[in-house]
């Protein structure tokens, strides 16, 4: 999916990965997500040029992504660099290390953000990402 793609963001690619994987999903594997998910994630990821990108995971109702900002209002809004993205995506970063250490910052439901590890995992076990 190109229209999840800008221009300068690693994370960008992930993030189209995880789409494609979420939307080769069975009714009933989406249904499982969605149940254990249960929320709506906002990414705010800056590129080393400070540029901002949002793209938004809902895992609540759809099991989607696209880019932009939440629509209901997100969960919980994630912010953090393309970097620190790419990390986590790839399980080089723990999300819990990154918070503590000041690379992730969250706004909302802090413990919602917990369960954005498992989301990426699930993911990368459907598809390489």
Same mark, same amino acid.
């Given at each position: ?22 939307? &080769? ?10 149940? +254990? ?33 939440? +629509? ?30 000041? +690379? ?13 590890? &498992? ?8 598809? +390489?990402?």
């Amino acid at each position: 999916m190109s229209d999840l793609k800008v221009e300068g963001f690693k994370a960008s690619g992930i993030i189209a990965g995880l789409s494609t994987v979420f939307a &080769g999903f069975t009714d009933a594997e989406r249904k499982a997500q969605l149940k +254990k998910t249960n929320g709506i994630f906002e990414l705010r990821i800056s590129n080393p040029q400070k540029k901002e990108a949002i793209w938004t995971i809902d895992m609540k109702k759809a099991g989607t992504v696209y880019l932009g900002a939440a +629509k209901p209002k997100a969960d919980v809004t994630l912010l953090m660099s393309d970097e620190t993205f790419s990390q986590l995506a790839e399980g080089k970063l723990d999300g819990q290390k990154a918070f503590m250490t000041g +690379k992730l910052k969250t706004k909302g439901n802090v413990m919602l953000a917990t369960k954005l590890g &498992g989301v990426l995992e699930t993911a990368k076990g459907k598809a +390489k990402l």
